[in-house]
Structure formats: C-alpha cells, structure tokens
C-alpha cells in the first residue's frame, strides 16, 4: 500500500530512520536484509545493525534473490529491506546484466506498491561525486543509479537522508 524510498549517503541515518518509523508503527515488522558477512568488517556492520532493531522483529536473508523472498512475506506488516545498495552490488558479482538488474527492481517497486502493508526501502545514492576511473566502479554507480530510480518510481514517498535529516523529494509524476 505505502513504498516509501530512503536514500543518501553512507552513514547518514537512512537505516537508523527505517526501523524508527517501523518500530512506531506497531505493526509486526520484517526486516529483508540484502548484506552477506564475507569478512570482519562486513559482520562487524551487520552486528551494529541488528542491535539497533527491536526484539522480535523477523529477519530475512536475500543477497540475491530478493523479490521472490519479499512475495512470500505475510500481509499487514513493515517491511524494511536494507538496502538495495548491497543488493546491486551482489547481482554485480554474480554476473547479472544490468537489463535483469532493473527489471528486478522494477518487480520489486511493483511488489511493494501491490503489498498490503508497508515497505521501507534503503538505497544508498552513490552518484553525486566525480565519475569513478575504473570501468566496474562506473558500472556499478550507474547501475544503482538506474534501480533507485525505478525502484523511486513506483514509490509514494521519496528521501534525500542527510545526517539524520529527511528532504522529501517530489512526487512521482504519473
């Protein structure tokens, strides 16, 4: 019913916003995680993240195969997937082309705008610096670039998160 897209920069306070707005919900909240811990660091980061959501939230792993595992979530809850950042970047590795990459976010927004409940989406926006020099770090920047977008299409709510603050963007045009 509600899609609301939550994007800026790293560390700015989208996720920590996420599960404030769905623990004030009081609805039953799932948490779609898209994170692998491949190293120290990476479970170092999804530790912290896991401390600062409430007890008894269900957790969903989906590094690659998101939108099937979203269209087997029960109705009426918050879903939260965090974030679409990683999820890219997976697909990346894995070998997927762009051309899938979007038309599984494209399935997603409609998922979301489809689902009985609401959907928190998390994405990192990576596209305001200077253009990266090498080909895969330009690859990857527009391909996120390309999911937020379509992803920001389908939503009734569209953030700019910078430093804990929210500039909502305009609205979708139809």
Same mark, same amino acid.
């Given at each position: 019913?509600?899609?609301?897209?939550?994007?800026?920069?790293?560390?700015?306070?989208?996720?920590?916003?996420?599960?404030?707005?769905?623990?004030?919900?009081?609805?039953?909240?799932?948490?779609?995680?898209?994170?692998?811990?491949?190293?120290?660091?990476?479970?170092?980061?999804?530790?912290?993240?896991?401390?600062?959501?409430?007890?008894?939230?269900?957790?969903?792993?989906?590094?690659?195969?998101?939108?099937?595992?979203?269209?087997?979530?029960?109705?009426?809850?918050?879903?939260?997937?965090?974030?679409?950042?990683?999820?890219?970047?997976?697909?990346?590795? &894995?070998?997927?082309?762009?051309? /899938? @990459? #979007? =038309? *599984?976010?494209?399935? %997603?927004?409609?998922?979301?705008? +489809?689902?009985?409940?609401?959907?928190?989406?998390?994405?990192?926006?990576?596209?305001?610096?200077?253009?990266?020099?090498?080909?895969?770090?330009?690859?990857?920047?527009? &391909?996120?670039?390309?999911?937020? /977008? @379509? #992803? =920001? *299409?389908?939503?009734? %709510?569209?953030?700019?998160?910078? +430093?804990?603050?929210?500039?909502?963007?305009?609205?979708?045009?139809?």
């Amino acid at each position: 019913m509600t899609l609301t897209l939550l994007t800026g920069g790293a560390r700015s306070g989208k996720s920590a916003l996420a599960v404030r707005r769905a623990a004030r919900s009081g609805l039953p909240v799932v948490f779609v995680a898209t994170g692998e811990a491949r190293d120290d660091e990476m479970a170092d980061r999804i530790a912290r993240h896991r401390e600062e959501r409430p007890e008894g939230w269900a957790t969903v792993e989906a590094p690659h195969d998101l939108v099937d595992a979203v269209r087997v979530l029960p109705p009426d809850h918050v879903v939260i997937v965090d974030c679409l950042s990683l999820w890219v970047s997976n697909l990346m590795e &894995r070998g997927d082309d762009e051309a /899938a @990459t #979007v =038309a *599984a976010a494209d399935e %997603l927004g409609r998922w979301a705008t +489809a689902y009985p409940g609401t959907v928190l989406v998390v994405t990192n926006e990576v596209g305001l610096g200077i253009v990266p020099m090498h080909p895969v770090s330009r690859d990857y920047r527009d &391909r996120l670039g390309r999911v937020n /977008a @379509t #992803v =920001a *299409a389908h939503a009734d %709510l569209a953030q700019l998160v910078v +430093a804990g603050r929210t500039l909502t963007l305009d609205p979708r045009e139809d």
